[in-house]
């Protein structure tokens, strides 16, 4: 009943910091495995299930805030919550290694292999929300110190996820998180005296885990589906990279030439099983067969002096651009794990590798940022099929952005250019058909004629489309007909009547909307995509919206669920205060999320590596959060004042940040990393601090009614945010990062306004 209460909430000081860091561990932990499930499930799915699978996430530990509450009679009493959360650690150590088991045994049977791991991923966040919303109901009374302790945790957790993935890589970093997962369950035992023998026998059972998982060390390892075994197979925070040597004599599409010569090793990398970079042992007199590659044409224009290769990966184009005699080349690579494998398969001979000639000199960082503070002007910028799919590579947050393609990187490119300098990009014909659109509009915006000026080269699957700022001679427009020709391609001189074709009426690619893959828009229709030509299976899941909303609809019925059914189970303990805390406990869920999400894309660019935004931002909006939280207990003063304040400056706060941000980034953006990350930081932390005060706030005066609703309206706060995630894809994807900024924001106005009314 509603007026019948235990005597929980305050306890003992000694009990609470213990309890408070078993949930510090279990949060360091939960998002731990979080960033890699969403790697895992990247590398054997494909990069459009990291966002069903934090969406899962999220409702689950919701799920198991309710959970708690429709069974708290039994779960949670005067003397038994602290053997219930022991049993519900146990069951959480249990189920935490299992979805990497299933995707290992079972990779190749995709379907079976996707409902297993979802489903025991599933399971894994609803105990791990049961013993969450345990702690938080049993000590109620200091929320506030408790919410820090989760949030500090699940900073910390970020960043430590990311430095062990780096060193250790995948297989033993998830031992590491097995490791640090048991160690709450020796905490809670301190609550009072520990019993010795349980104690050493909970010591002797850790150990023999370990010994025990260190022995099933490989079969933590994720392979590509339907794959033979790579001849190395290494993660790190960015990606996993499988290498395969190819066969001499039997031509590969994907490098784009024939027959492979036999004193030449080739060798082909896998990124997440999405994504190919090839390396291709230098040796200069033997570099022919490059020149029946499509990727080659650039090069049979003219020599350049000064040439930039961005996203060179393995260095196939870096290559390429020796073997035409090229001068200087400059290649920019994000991901280090690329340049140290091509490093290591040319140990016994340094100059196989490319990236060790004396003309080429090697920057490894994102392309941008690079721009940014370079002060050279380059005959030659080659894009070739550079993609971070799914942004961050490890982050479920991602909205499959890539800033490389937007209207202002395009301007970054054509203003290092030299003014008789090229713009080459190879890419699928899809994605080339929609960048066109957006070049197109940049030159226009620039003054660039359309008369001679673009010249598109089309294949079957591929196509490469080179852009000149001046107009190209016929000498240089004769050499690239005849060398397309001689490899069976045809060009096209785009000329402004049949430029028309390529204005498909879509949202544009800007930093504010960086989807280059998307084409949904409220003003038109999806373009027709086929996909045995265009695309390949797994960017064909990138094109549509349809599961957006289909997702956005489930989350709302689950929501309406939950408000409703308690409700009608207990009518006998309804209030009328009860139900705008639940709208109160929903708006905030929506707005942290959304601000969070946009938040973390918005600094990508500014901290010139979508792993230091993903690790810098959420560790800094969820360190910060819990800080507000222990200080805003300091003021509230029994008045909900505070949060009215909070909820109008976080308003003007993301108001001013639209443009504001985009000035800071400009202007900063020549200074040193550390500094970029100490001011993001700062610009960071100012909106956290306020937003981590309404959780605890609302949870402390629900609790004053009866502990019972406690992880009810942590439920319902966890499925909110996963309603909230999914409404900030859909209106970044139609609208744009700001509009989903300014939306999360004014969520915080209507959760006061719930909360007065």
């Known amino acids: 009943m509603l007026n019948k209460r235990y005597n929980l909430g305050k306890g003992k000081k000694f009990s609470v910091y213990f309890s408070g860091f078993a949930l510090f561990l279990l949060s360091v932990s939960l998002l731990m495995l979080e960033i890699m499930f969403t790697r895992v499930s990247k590398v054997s799915f494909g990069s459009d299930f990291q966002f069903i699978l934090i969406s899962s996430a999220i409702l689950s530990i919701g799920l198991g805030g309710i959970f708690v509450y429709f069974f708290y009679e039994s779960l949670i009493s005067r003397n038994n919550y602290d053997k219930t959360l022991q049993i519900s650690i146990i069951l959480y150590l249990f189920l935490l290694l299992t979805p990497f088991f299933a995707l290992h045994y079972l990779i190749n049977s995709q379907l079976l292999a996707k409902i297993l791991f979802f489903t025991l991923t599933f399971f894994v966040y609803l105990v791990w929300g049961v013993c969450a919303g345990i702690i938080f109901t049993v000590y109620v009374k200091r929320i506030h110190l408790i919410y820090f302790f989760s949030m500090a945790g699940s900073a910390i957790g970020v960043f430590l996820a990311i430095f062990l993935l ?23 035992n301190f609550d009072k005296k520990p019993d010795a023998k349980y104690l050493l026998f909970l010591a002797g059972l850790f150990i023999a885990f370990l010994v025990a998982l260190s022995y099933f060390l490989p079969a933590f390892s994720i392979v590509c589906p339907n794959q033979t075994k790579p001849i190395f197979s290494e993660t790190n925070s960015f990606s996993q990279i499988d290498t395969y040597q190819l066969q001499h004599g039997i031509p590969y599409f994907s490098t784009g030439f024939g027959q492979l010569p036999q004193d030449v090793n080739i060798y082909e990398m896998k990124i997440d099983c999405i994504g190919t970079t090839t390396f291709v042992e230098f040796k200069p007199k033997k570099m022919e067969f490059l020149e029946g590659s499509l990727k080659y044409l650039p090069y049979t224009i003219k020599n350049y002096t000064n040439s930039l290769i961005i ?10 651009s020796v073997h035409a005699g090229n001068g200087k080349v400059t290649a920019v690579e994000i991901n280090p794990l690329i340049i140290n494998r091509a490093q290591e398969l040319a140990k016994d001979n340094r100059s196989l590798n490319i990236y060790n000639h004396n003309s080429v000199k090697l920057s490894i960082e994102e392309a941008r940022s690079f721009l940014l503070k370079s002060p050279d002007k380059y005959d030659l910028i080659y894009l070739s099929s550079s993609k971070r799919y799914g942004g961050a590579g490890l982050s479920s947050y991602a909205f499959l952005e890539n800033y490389l393609y937007t209207k202002e990187a395009l301007k970054s490119y054509f203003d290092h250019l030299d003014e008789d300098g090229l713009f080459a990009v190879a890419d699928i014909n899809w994605f080339i058909m929609r960048y066109m659109e957006n070049w197109v509009l940049v030159m226009d915006k620039l003054g660039i004629g359309f008369k001679n000026n673009v010249i598109l080269v089309k294949g079957d699957k591929y196509s490469l489309v080179i852009f000149k700022k001046i107009e190209f001679t016929d000498e240089e427009i004769k ?14 001189l785009l000329r402004p009547e049949n430029l028309r074709k390529f204005k498909l009426n879509r949202i544009d690619i800007t930093d504010n909307h960086p989807f280059y893959w998307n084409t949904y828009s409220v003003y038109s229709q999806d373009y ?9 299976f797994k960017n064909m899941q990138f094109i ?7 997702l956005f609809f489930i989350i709302a019925a689950a929501l309406i669920v939950a408000f409703a059914v308690p409700f009608l189970l207990y009518k006998n303990e309804y209030r009328s205060d009860l139900l705008k805390y639940l709208f109160y406990f929903f708006f905030i869920g929506v707005g942290f999320i959304m601000i969070e999400l946009v938040l973390i894309h918005k600094f990508t660019i500014f901290v010139e590596n979508p792993v230091y935004a993903l690790s810098v931002v959420l560790s800094t909006i969820l360190l910060f959060s819990g800080i507000g939280s222990y200080f805003a207990s300091k ?9 009215y304040c909070a909820a109008a400056i976080l308003v003007v706060i993301m ?11 400009a202007k900063f953006s020549h200074f040193s990393l550390p500094f970029k990350i100490l001011l993001s930081i700062v610009f960071i932390a100012l909106p956290s601090f306020f937003m981590g005060m309404f959780f605890p706030f609302g949870l402390e005066r ?19 945010s996963t309603f909230g995630g999914v409404l900030s894809m859909i209106v970044s994807l139609i609208w744009g990062f700001n509009a989903a900024l300014i939306t999360g924001a004014i969520c915080y106005i209507f959760a006061v306004i719930a909360l007065k009314k």
């Open 528 to 536: 027709n995509v086929n996909q045995d030509t265009d695309l390949t």
């Open 702 to 720: 629900v609790g004053k009614f009866s502990n019972r609703w406690v992880p009810w309206m942590w439920g319902i706060n966890g499925i909110a």
């Open 635 to 643: 003021l509230y003063n029994k008045s909900k004042f505070l949060v």
């Open 166 to 188: 780096d060193i250790f890589g995948m297989e033993k970093t998830i031992i590491l998180v097995f490791a640090l997962s048991f160690l709450p369950l020796l905490l809670i």
């Open 479 to 492: 050499k690239i007909n005849e060398n397309s020709q001689k490899i069976g391609l045809t060009t096209l």
């Open 544 to 550: 549509s919206i349809k599961y957006l909303f289909i």
């Open 311 to 320: 996203g060179s990966g393995a260095g196939l184009e870096v290559v390429m």
């Open 655 to 665: 108001a001013l940040y639209i443009p504001f941000l985009v000035y800071i980034f």
